[in-house]
């Protein structure tokens, strides 16, 4: 059965404090690994996808990371605004590349 | 570009009621979902759609859950009786397949359900 455990469960950081968020997974076949975001009464937006081992991609703030076993969400120099929940995701080949297999998410607080 | 729509917002509904929810998806998106989410949970599969099929649904509780896809486009979750357990947020997202493999799925901004 896929797994997906985030940690940790909540984070909490001065502004400008660099940090990571990790996603370990279980699966059988990882077609993709993905990041959300999601703010409080919101639904979750679409951050990276990640698709092989040693993949990285940025976007401002945030850069993704991928092994054969976990993905980091690394946040360098974080403003308030960057505080939400981020939730980690993984397509994988015994559902046929179709579902997405969700973990319970990493609630980030920044503090100014 | 819009995205996901969904609505109601918020719903209050009493316990053994009825309740719809109603999504539309990004124009151009074959395949549509409908997740559960639970407080402090991630979301969780209810129902799978590509065009108007219901292609996975093992995860509906179908005694009292039902949707449809009219016309492949918009869709609508139903839940009757309503129980207590049954109060979370309702997210639908829509996605692009082809040749079976599914691209990123984007998400609405999810209807609160509150069972009284």
């Known amino acids: 059965e896929d797994q997906v455990t985030q940690s940790p469960e909540a984070l909490r950081l001065q502004e400008g404090e660099s940090s990571s968020l990790n996603c370990s997974y279980t699966v059988s076949g990882l077609r993709g690994l993905f990041w959300y975001r999601q703010d409080p009464g919101k639904g979750p937006e679409f951050l990276f996808t990640l698709y092989s081992a040693g993949e990285e991609k940025e976007k401002e703030r945030l850069k993704a990371t991928l092994t054969k076993k976990e993905s980091f969400l690394h946040i360098t120099a974080p403003k308030p605004e960057d505080s939400a929940t981020y939730l980690c995701?993984?397509?994988?080949?015994?559902?046929?590349?179709?579902?997405?297999?969700f973990g319970t998410g990493t609630r980030l607080l920044v503090s100014p | 570009e819009a995205g996901v729509v969904q609505s109601p917002r918020y719903k209050i509904i009493e316990k053994k009621q009825p309740v719809a929810f109603w999504c539309n998806p990004i124009?151009?998106?074959?395949?549509l979902y409908w997740y559960l989410q639970n407080l402090g949970q991630g979301p969780e599969l209810l129902i799978r759609?590509?065009?108007?099929?219901?292609?996975?649904d093992s995860q509906l509780p179908k005694d009292r859950f039902s949707a449809e896809r009219l016309k492949g486009v918009d869709s609508t979750l139903k839940i009757q009786p309503a129980e207590l357990g049954d109060s979370a947020v309702y997210l639908c997202a829509s996605s692009k397949t082809t040749g079976g493999f599914t691209d990123t799925q984007y998400f609405g901004p999810g209807t609160r359900l509150t069972v009284l």
């Open positions: 124009s151009g998106h074959n395949t």
């Open positions: 995701a993984v397509q994988a080949r015994n559902t046929g590349f179709q579902k997405l297999v």
């Open positions: 759609y590509e065009n108007e099929e219901a292609v996975d």
